[in-house]
């Protein structure tokens, strides 16, 4: 299991948090956790180091894989599928077993969140590629900071979650999954 970043979740913390302590994680654009998680796993779980992360297009760019190979065998497989196609081929291949990942980053938007509706768009309701890449420059820009290293996160572990290995962490940012029986619905959405 892995756990929850709770770098974005100290809102009680807020008050504390001046403009110079702004930071990022790591990552080429403001998206999901994909390339921390990865980067992390790779060091726990197989004692390397990545710096870098390569991304492969599998059918389409919003729709890519992560993986990390030591001695010829491929030992983590992370997929990115950005889009509502996407999600949906990612749904179909779960169902028919044939979705092979350790870990899948979901995003509604194409392009990641800062090409979502709420962002840069022109006044017809098109991308702004140009607000768009200045959006990622400046973002780019803001210092990466592990969430592990945050000292919000750190004393929210402490103070909230009563410690990194405790009951409350499991509880809390841990989850299992587990078959579902199917039942016969109208309200079923059929992919």
């Not at 994909?34 to 980067?39: A, D, P």
């Not at 200045?134 to 919000?152: C, D, F, G, K, S």
Request: charged share 30%.
């Amino acid at each position: 299991n892995f756990g929850v970043d709770l770098s974005f979740c100290c809102v009680h913390r807020f008050d504390e948090i001046k403009e110079g302590d702004v930071v990022r994680h790591d990552g080429k654009k403001s998206d999901g956790y994909l390339e921390h998680i990865f980067k992390h796993a790779a060091k726990e779980l197989f004692g390397l180091d990545v710096k870098e992360i390569t991304y492969k297009a599998l059918k389409n760019k919003d729709f890519q894989e992560v993986t990390l190979e030591k001695d010829g065998e491929t030992v983590l497989r992370f997929a990115a599928a950005y889009g509502f196609r996407n999600i949906q081929n990612m749904v179909l291949k779960l169902k028919k077993g044939k979705f092979l990942y350790h870990f899948v980053e979901v995003l509604a938007c194409p392009g990641g969140c800062l090409n979502g509706k709420g962002q840069a768009q022109t006044e017809d309701g098109k991308p702004d590629k140009a607000l768009l890449n200045q959006m990622e420059e400046v973002y780019a820009a803001i210092p990466v900071r592990l969430p592990e290293t945050n000292m919000h996160v750190q004393k929210m572990y402490q103070d909230w979650l009563e410690g990194m290995d405790s009951k409350k962490v499991q509880e809390t940012l841990h989850t299992k999954y587990s078959a579902v029986n199917q039942t016969a619905s109208n309200l079923d959405i059929k992919w």
